[in-house]
C-alpha cells in the first residue's frame, strides 16, 4: 500500500520509568496486526525492549522505533526510555518524532517523568497528549490523575476517554467522549455497550468540557456552540485537530495496554487530530532556513540515533524532504563526505525490513555509513542543507573506570569508542595527572549498563571507582637553598652547585629567573637548572601533587671546568627543590567549581543545607522562567562526585545543575591532611 506524507504520524511516547509506555506500543503492534502476540516485560519478549540489559533490568534503555499501519495511514512510534539517565534517548525521540504522548500510571499521581516530559515537549513546541495508563490496576485513579493534570496545565488539557468503573471497583469499559459510546475488550475485540445510568450525570460536565474545547478553536463553531446546537463528529474532530496543532489543546486519553483497552481509540486519536510530517512546524536549518516536507523536494534526512553491535551499525533517520531509494548516494553536510545509502530499512525494534522507498516525513534506517553520526544531516549534493542538530544534556558524574584484569586498558577503550556511536551523552578522558581512565555520564544506571555492556560485548570486565580529584600544592614563603651535586667515579666525575631563591609566583606555571654575578654558573647551564625545577614542580612535596605559583631565582653557585654538565647542574636543581620547598610552608590548594542548581521552591531549604555540608558558598540566587530557583554557589570539587545522585534523591528528580571549574585556593587543615593520607595510602598500594 502506496502510503503519502499526508498519511504518516510520528509519535513519541514519553513518560516516568515503568508509567507503561512500552506495553502500550506492544498493545498497539498486537491489535493492528504487526506482531502476532503481545509481548510482556515481565516475560522479556517485547519489540522494543530486545537489550539483553533492557530484558534483566527490565526496564527501557534505548529508544526502540516500530511502526504500524493503521486506516490506510502509517505510524511510527518511538518508545523511549523514562529513567533520567537515558535523557539522551528522549532527546533523540523528540528530534524524530512530531507529537508526543506522555504516559502515566492511574495511581503514580504527577510524577518528575511526567513534568519533564511535558517540558521537552513544549521546549520543542510540538502537539501533546496524555495516557492515563493501567487504569485496570488496583488502587488506579483516573480522576485524580485527571484533576491534577488540569491543575497544572490548565483548562487546555481535555478529556476524550473516560473508564467505566464498576460496583467492585474495577474498571468495566470506557466511554469515548466524542463520539459518546461506552464499550469494552473482549478476546481482543471491541464490545459495544450501554453506557451505566449512574454515570450520565457526571458525564455531562466532561462533554462539555469537550464541547468548550472544541469551540475554542473556530469562531464559526464558537457561535454555533453559544447557539446551543450540537457538533456534528466531523466539526468535533474538526476543532480539536485544529487545538492540537496549534498547541491550545491537549487531549487525555487512557486505557489498559494489557486488555487492549483504549489502544485503538488512542489510534484512532493519532490519525484523526495530530498532524502529519507536512502539517507541523516546518523543519529549520542551522543558518535559518526552512526544509521543506515536500516530496517533489531534494532529498535530506537527519541521523536521530545510531545503532551498533559485533555486526555493525544502523543508522535511524527521518527523511526531512524529497525521497530516500536503495544505492542513492547522499553528502553528509558536516563532513562533506559522499554515503551510500544501499539497502534501506523499516526498523520494528531492532529487527529491519527492507524496503524500497523512504518519503519525506517517514522514518527508517541504513546500515554501514562510513563517516555519519547521530544528529548528521544527509542531502542531495546538489542542495546541501544542514538541519539544526539534537542537544544532548552535558554530563554530570563521573567515575574512574579500570579493568578487572591488568593491561585491558586499551580493550575498554576500544570497547567505549564503540558504546560512544549509540550514546553520546558520556564521555571518556584518561587523566595523565591522577592516571585514571574517567567516564562522566547521567547517572550511575547509565554507568552500570556501559560496565555490562563492555562484558556482554566486548569481554571486558571492568570496575568503577570514585575519580581522583586533581589537587594542586604551593609555597606560602620565601626560603633560599643551595643544591650541590658531585660524584667521582673514575674518569671524568659530575658537579653542579646551585643556589636558588624560592618564593610564591604570580602565575600558575614556574616563574624562573636568575641573578648570577661573575659568572658563578656558566650561562649555558640556565637552561638545565630551569629543566631540573619544572621536571621536579610536577611532584610536590606534600602529596605528590603538582606545584603551582612558584618563583624560583638561581642567584649563585660553582661549576668544574672539567666535570661540569647539564645533566649535573639539572640534578642540582632538583636536589635544591627537595631540600627548600619543605621549608618554604607548602600547602595544598582544591578545585572550586561554579555550581548553579535550579530546583523547586519547595527544595531550596533541603539544597542550602547540602551545600553547607559541602562546604559550598552560596553567591545568589534568582528564579527562571518556569518559576524554579536557580542557586549559583562556589564548592570543592573535591566534595561534589556524587552531587548528580544526591541531588535526584533530595529533588525526586526535579533538580539539575551546572559545574565549572573555576580556580584553586587553599584547602582547610583538616581537608588537607585527609588528601596527604590517601595519597600515602595509593602510594602504598602501588
Known amino acids: 500500500m502506496a502510503i503519502g506524507t499526508e498519511s504518516i504520524r510520528n509519535i513519541a511516547l514519553l513518560g516516568h520509568g515503568s508509567s507503561g509506555k512500552t506495553s ?68 533523540q525521540a523528540l528530534r524524530a518524532a512530531d507529537a508526543g504522548f506522555i504516559v502515566a500510571g492511574a495511581k503514580d499521581g504527577l510524577t518528575v517523568g511526567l513534568e519533564k516530559s511535558w517540558k521537552y515537549l513544549a521546549d520543542r513546541k510540538l502537539p501533546r497528549a496524555f495516557y492515563i495508563s493501567k487504569v485496570d490496576e488496583e488502587n488506579g485513579d483516573y480522576d485524580a490523575l485527571f484533576s491534577a493534570l488540569r491543575e497544572r496545565y490548565g483548562s487546555s488539557v481535555c478529556p476524550m476517554i473516560y473508564p467505566i468503573i464498576g460496583a467492585n471497583g474495577k474498571v468495566e ?3 469515548d467522549l466524542i463520539k459518546r459510546q461506552a464499550f469494552t475488550m473482549q478476546n481482543g475485540k471491541r464490545v459495544d455497550m450501554d453506557i451505566p445510568e449512574s454515570m450520565k450525570g457526571d458525564l455531562e460536565a466532561l462533554y462539555l468540557a469537550v464541547n468548550e474545547s472544541v469551540a475554542e478553536t473556530d469562531e464559526e463553531l464558537m457561535d454555533k456552540y453559544f447557539s446551543g446546537e450540537e ?44 498532524p502529519s510530517p507536512a502539517e507541523g512546524a516546518a523543519e529549520t536549518t542551522e543558518d535559518g532556513g526552512v526544509i521543506a516536507c515536500d516530496v517533489s523536494g531534494a532529498a535530506s534526512a537527519i541521523v536521530y540515533k545510531t545503532l551498533s553491535d559485533q555486526y555493525g551499525k544502523f543508522s535511524l533517520f527521518k527523511v526531512l524532504s524529497g525521497k530516500v531509494t536503495p544505492d542513492v548516494s547522499l553528502t553528509n553536510s558536516r563532513t562533506g563526505t559522499l554515503e551510500k545509502m544501499g539497502h534501506i530499512y523499516k526498523m520494528q525494534g531492532k529487527k529491519s525490513i527492507e524496503v524500497k522507498e523512504l518519503i519525506a516525513g517517514d522514518l527508517g534506517a541504513v546500515s554501514k555509513l562510513t563517516d555519519t553520526k547521530t544528529g548528521d544531516t544527509l542531502c542531495d549534493a546538489k542542495k546541501i542543507v544542514t538541519a539544526k542538530g539534537i542537544e544532548f544534556p552535558a554530563p554530570c558524574y563521573s567515575m574512574a573506570i579500570a579493568p578487572k584484569t591488568k593491561g585491558q586498558e586499551d580493550k575498554i577503550a576500544a570497547g567505549l569508542t564503540r558504546l560512544s556511536d549509540e550514546d553520546l551523552t558520556f564521555t571518556v578522558v584518561n587523566n595523565a595527572e591522577t592516571h585514571q581512565m574517567v567516564i562522566s555520564g547521567q547517572g550511575d544506571i547509565q554507568l552500570d549498563v556501559l560496565c555490562a555492556r563492555l562484558k556482554d560485548k566486548f569481554g571486558v570486565e571492568v570496575q568503577l571507582s570514585p575519580a581522583r580529584v586533581a589537587y594542586r600544592e604551593k609555597i606560602r614563603k620565601k626560603v633560599e637553598v643551595q643544591g650541590r651535586h658531585k660524584k667521582q667515579s673514575g674518569g671524568h666525575g659530575q658537579f653542579g652547585d646551585v643556589k636558588i631563591r624560592f618564593e610564591p609566583g604570580e602565575t600558575e606555571d614556574l616563574t624562573f629567573a636568575e641573578e648570577v654575578f661573575g659568572g658563578s654558573v656558566p650561562r649555558n647551564f640556565f637552561p638545565a637548572v630551569e629543566k631540573g625545577l619544572r621536571d621536579s614542580i610536577s611532584k610536590g612535596v606534600l602529596a605528590g601533587y603538582p ?42 590548594l582544591e578545585p572550586i567549581g561554579y555550581l548553579k542548581v535550579t530546583i523547586p521552591d519547595t527544595y531550596m531549604g533541603d539544597i542550602m543545607s547540602d551545600l553547607s555540608k559541602r562546604r559550598g558558598s552560596p553567591m545568589g540566587m534568582s528564579a527562571d522562567t518556569d518559576g524554579n530557583q536557580i542557586v549559583e ?3 570543592p570539587m573535591g566534595e561534589m562526585s556524587s552531587y548528580a545522585i544526591d541531588l535526584r534523591s533530595i529533588t525526586q528528580g526535579r533538580g539539575s545543575f551546572t559545574l565549572e571549574f573555576v580556580r584553586y585556593e587553599e584547602a582547610p587543615a583538616t581537608v588537607q591532611q585527609k588528601i596527604i593520607d590517601d595519597a600515602k595510602a595509593l602510594a602504598a598500594e602501588e
Request: glycine fraction near 8%; charged fraction near 20%.
Open 633 to 635: 554557589a562556589e564548592v
Open 547 to 588: 606545584l603551582v605559583f612558584l618563583k624560583a631565582t638561581l642567584f649563585d653557585g660553582s661549576y668544574h671546568p672539567v666535570d661540569s654538565s647539564e645533566m649535573a647542574f639539572k640534578t642540582a636543581a632538583q636536589l635544591a627543590y627537595k631540600d627548600g620547598i619543605p621549608q618554604a610552608s607548602p600547602v595544598l
Open 173 to 175: 469499559g470506557l466511554i
Open 24 to 91: 502500550l506500543s506492544e498493545s498497539i503492534l498486537f491489535l493492528t496486526g504487526s506482531v502476532d502476540r503481545l509481548g510482556r516485560i515481565a516475560d522479556g519478549n517485547t519489540v522494543g525492549d530486545s537489550d539483553t540489559e533492557e530484558i534483566k533490568r527490565q526496564i527501557s534503555i534505548s529508544l526502540a522505533t516500530t511502526s504500524v499501519e493503521y486506516r490506510e495511514h502509517r505510524v511510527n512510534i518511538l518508545d523511549a526510555p523514562g529513567y533520567f539517565d537515558f535523557a539522551g534517548e528522549v532527546k
Open 231 to 274: 457538533f456534528t463528529l466531523e466539526e468535533k474532530i474538526r476543532g480539536l485537530k485544529a487545538g492540537v496543532k496549534d498547541l491550545t489543546l491537549f487531549p487525555v486519553f487512557c486505557g489498559s495496554a494489557t486488555q487492549g483497552l483504549g489502544t485503538l481509540l488512542l489510534l484512532d486519536a493519532v490519525v484523526n487530530l495530530f
